[in-house]
T-cell receptor, first 117, second 110 residues
Framework: DTAVSQTPKYLVTQMGNDKSIKCEQN?????MYWYKQDSKKFLKIMFS???????INETVPNRFSPKSPDKAHLNLHINSLELGDSAVYFC????????????????FGEGSWLTVV | GIQVEQSPPDLILQEGANSTLRCNFS?????LQWFHQNPWGQLINLFY???GTKQNGRLSATTVATERYSLLYISSSQTTDSGVYFC????????????FGGGTRVLVKP
């Protein structure tokens, strides 16, 4: 069974469209994340939720809106897509407060490749 | 600002060779992890190692927190070791966010 699963894996869409990426984890963790990996492989955190509460909110355009309906799910909705949004988006999960990680490791999904044309 | 720097940026190895990857960080850390991103993009956690030494098969890692660096050793490299190796650190001064280094791209040739 996949521990952290994201859908879709690949997404090609036109500028200006709105799209969502879904993420689910079956590890029983209470913290979930969205990371963005750019074309140079640089990974940067976007958001983190702990028990459905937004804990980390990096400086990202407000076109990006995360939603956590429950501890096992964290979705990412992107409005008015721009060319610069093209990247790989990784969902991840861990146990405990994301600001300490309390000795816990973080587990990543397989990534969602977003291409905006 | 808080920095996590990895070296070398690129590494080409002949199968069977040993190598050392380095991660330097600019402040004391609460959590340090090493990851391997394979050529298909999967990010796999290798080690949680805020201090000390750990070994897992042909891989081992050492973190000297007081000197602000961590090392990842790959012994008897195999082609499946190819990919990008990232260290990620949780630094209180950086707002307690897991911050990734720029990665070391490793290519193991048969």
């Amino acid at each position: 069974d996949t521990a952290v699963s994201q859908t879709p894996k690949y997404l090609v869409t036109q500028m200006g469209n709105d799209k969502s990426i879904k993420c689910e984890q079956n590890l029983g963790h209470d913290t979930m994340y969205w990371y963005k990996q750019d074309s140079k492989k640089f990974l940067k955190i976007m958001f983190s939720y702990n028990n459905k509460e937004l804990i980390i909110n990096e400086t990202v355009p407000n076109r990006f809106s995360p939603k956590s309906p429950d501890k096992a799910h964290l979705n990412l909705h992107i409005n008015s897509l721009e060319l610069g949004d093209s990247a790989v988006y990784f969902c991840a999960s861990s146990q405990g407060d994301p600001r300490t990680l309390s000795g816990n490791t973080i587990y990543f999904g397989e990534g969602s490749w977003l291409t905006v044309v | 600002g808080i920095q996590v720097e990895q070296s070398p940026p690129d590494l080409i190895l002949q199968e069977g060779a040993n190598s050392t990857l380095r991660c330097n960080f600019s402040d004391s850390v609460n959590n340090l992890q090493w990851f391997h991103q394979n050529p298909w993009g999967q990010l796999i956690n290798l080690f949680y190692i805020p201090s000390g030494t750990k070994q897992n098969g042909r891989l081992s890692a050492t973190t000297v927190a007081t000197e602000r660096y961590s090392l990842l050793y790959i012994s008897s490299s195999q082609t499946t070791d190819s990919g990008v190796y990232f260290c990620a650190v949780l630094i209180k001064a950086a707002g307690n966010k897991l911050t990734f280094g720029g990665g070391t791209r490793v290519l193991v040739k048969p």
